[in-house]
């Protein structure tokens, strides 16, 4: 049996790594899984792994995600790459790789291990997420490595969103670009219909924040970011709370914010009506963070950049009206006023606007919602797209010639 390695080099985790583990259920059917992931991993992350069954391995270090500040900070932070990178790929080069290597990496910041990688087995990666807008060299500099590793044909792309297949085919040989599959972020039907259907699981998730059955919940799930739209997330409560006296909001995330932060959170003047709610309150298991959506009557996501985000799709999926921003890949699930509603990243107004609309139109909340249920369950199951993936694995290992080793 082969194997698949499955590698990322950072300590957040959150929609990429549960896109993975959606494929690592079919794909361990038929080859050896091995995740390779930073020491110091979350507690959290390691049990999703663990009962997945499949082995784990470590490396030291892990990069900075977060952007540091001055020259001297960001050379310390391209030193910290470079080490983990290294570090990372003589983890796998150890485990021998002999089937796919699927890297969490981009070539644009990371061509030297993924042209390392290739030397020894089919490599893929999943885009989720256009690049930031920069300047024309570094764009230049960007497709110049999109080209390099284009001539290793046993480098594939995969696209977990068509927003983001239309803008990195434009970087890629026409070969490569021809080749990149859209494999869906998707959702476990079998995971989100008993949840769906125990009204006791919306009981509960209610009576942990002492929700009223006359009050309206609007939820939001994520990290709590300024790219997820926080500060427009509030304002728009601010503003909607004056209309409406029965809304509540409530923001889950897996980290909560520093002392800045909590104390711009005390601005709005929300008081109660807000909570920030960690992931760690409620719970170790996947249907404890499910079973919490379900405390809502609403569901906002007003991302500024976002893929094709597991939260929104799991919200539509357990039956709740969304509401998020018409950006990247987000239109391609909700589609306005059929499947949800789309406001424009940052307009905390417009937000507040539907927010309200919802609350005061049940018929209409119904209506989106059971349209955005039927949606994402037709359109991003994780079972189809686990297939589609692994038929791409085996697919290029069918054509695969003799692959150099490295000693």
Do not use: T
């Given at each position: 049996m082969r194997q698949a390695i499955y590698a990322w080099d950072?300590?957040?985790?959150?929609?990429?790594?549960?896109?993975?583990?959606?494929?690592?259920?079919?794909?361990e059917k038929h080859f050896r899984v091995s995740i390779v992931l930073p020491a110091g991993s979350d507690p959290k992350l390691l049990k999703f792994i663990d009962d997945l069954g499949v082995e784990r391995h470590f490396f030291d270090g892990a990069i900075d995600t977060k952007p540091q500040a001055g020259l001297i900070g960001s050379l310390r932070s391209r030193i910290k790459k470079l080490r983990t990178e290294y570090r990372m790929m003589r983890r796998i080069a150890e485990l021998?790789?002999?089937?796919?290597?699927?890297?969490?990496?981009?070539?644009h910041y990371s061509l030297l291990p993924l042209m390392w990688a290739c030397l020894y087995a089919e490599v893929f990666i999943t885009s989720h997420n256009r690049m930031p807008e920069v300047g024309w060299l570094r764009e230049a500099i960007w497709r110049v490595k999109a080209a390099v590793i284009?001539?290793?044909?046993?480098?594939?792309?995969?696209?977990?969103?068509?927003?983001?297949?239309?803008?990195f085919s434009r970087h890629y040989s026409k070969r490569t670009a021809d080749d990149i599959q859209v494999t869906y972020t998707s959702i476990n039907p079998d995971e989100i219909a008993p949840i769906a259907a125990d009204a006791a699981v919306r009981q509960k998730a209610r009576q942990f924040l002492s929700i009223q059955p006359e009050e309206t919940a609007v939820l939001c799930v994520g990290n709590f970011i300024d790219r997820k739209g926080r500060w427009v997330f509030l304002e728009a409560a601010r503003i909607a709370a004056n209309e409406n006296s029965s809304l509540k909001f409530v923001w889950l995330s897996p980290l909560g914010p520093d002392n800045a932060a909590a104390k711009r959170i005390d601005s709005f003047g929300l008081g109660d009506r807000f909570r920030l709610?960690?992931?760690?309150?409620?719970?170790k298991e996947r249907s404890d963070v499910l079973g919490f959506f379900m405390l809502a009557d609403i569901f906002v996501l007003p991302s500024y950049v976002e893929g094709l985000p597991i939260a929104l799709l799991e919200a539509m999926a357990l039956g709740l009206p969304a509401i998020s921003t018409d950006v990247n890949a987000i239109?391609?699930?909700?589609?306005?006023?059929k499947t949800g509603l789309l406001v424009q990243p940052g307009d905390a107004e417009t937000l507040a606007n539907e927010i309200?609309?919802?609350?005061?139109?049940?018929?209409?909340?119904?209506?989106?919602?059971?349209?955005?249920k039927l949606h994402v369950i037709e359109n991003f199951d994780e079972r189809d797209v686990a297939r589609k993936v692994l038929s791409a694995y085996t697919a290029a290992l069918g054509e695969t010639k003799a692959l150099p080793t490295v000693q």
């Open positions: 950072y300590l957040e985790w959150g929609g990429a790594q549960i896109h993975l583990f959606a494929i690592i259920r079919e794909v021998r790789p002999d089937g796919v290597i699927h890297l969490d990496l981009l070539p284009s001539r290793f044909r046993n480098f594939h792309v995969l696209c977990s969103n068509e927003d983001a297949k239309k803008y709610v960690l992931s760690d309150e409620i719970g239109p391609e699930a909700v589609i306005h006023e309200l609309r919802l609350a005061d139109d049940k018929a209409m909340a119904e209506k989106l919602a059971a349209a955005g």
